[in-house]
């Protein structure tokens, strides 16, 4: 399986960005596709995951109504829409693939095995 997460950069605050991540190598059709963040000294922390058969989606408290996760089924690619961005929202950001299951499992870290490189999204003045 490989993951290639792409669209970090830097932003201003308010601003927005689109993450991207590609995935190969499996079929996604029982998967769950996850974003998670981290921030220089801190852990890994989860953001928001699809679960790829029915688009229930779940979202971290903390982005709940600026992020947006979505997948497009032929390109075999998930989406993170981020609008209205926060200094507190720079991190590296991670998606990952894992099993699917329950809505209130998919921000579990233990669902996920494959993990993509990381992109940097940082939000400045």
């Known amino acids: 399986v490989q993951l290639q997460a792409s669209g970090g950069g830097l932003v201003q605050p308010g601003g927005s960005l689109r993450l991207s991540c590609a995935a190969s190598?499996?079929?996604?059709?029982?998967?769950?596709m996850g974003w998670f963040r981290q921030a220089p000294g801190k852990e890994r922390d989860f953001v928001a995951a699809?679960?790829?058969?029915?688009?229930?989606?779940r979202y971290s408290d903390d982005v709940k109504g600026r992020f947006t996760i979505s997948r497009d089924k032929a390109k075999n690619t998930v989406y993170q829409q981020m609008i209205s961005l926060k200094p507190e929202d720079t991190a590296v950001y991670y998606c990952?693939?894992?099993?699917?299951?329950?809505?209130?499992?998919?921000?579990?870290?233990?669902?996920?095995?494959?993990w993509g490189q990381g992109t940097q999204v940082t939000v400045s003045s």
């Open positions: 190598g499996v079929s996604f059709s029982s998967s769950s």
């Open positions: 699809i679960r790829w058969g029915d688009a229930t989606t």
């Open positions: 990952a693939r894992g099993r699917s299951v329950a809505w209130y499992a998919l921000s579990r870290n233990d669902v996920y095995d494959d």
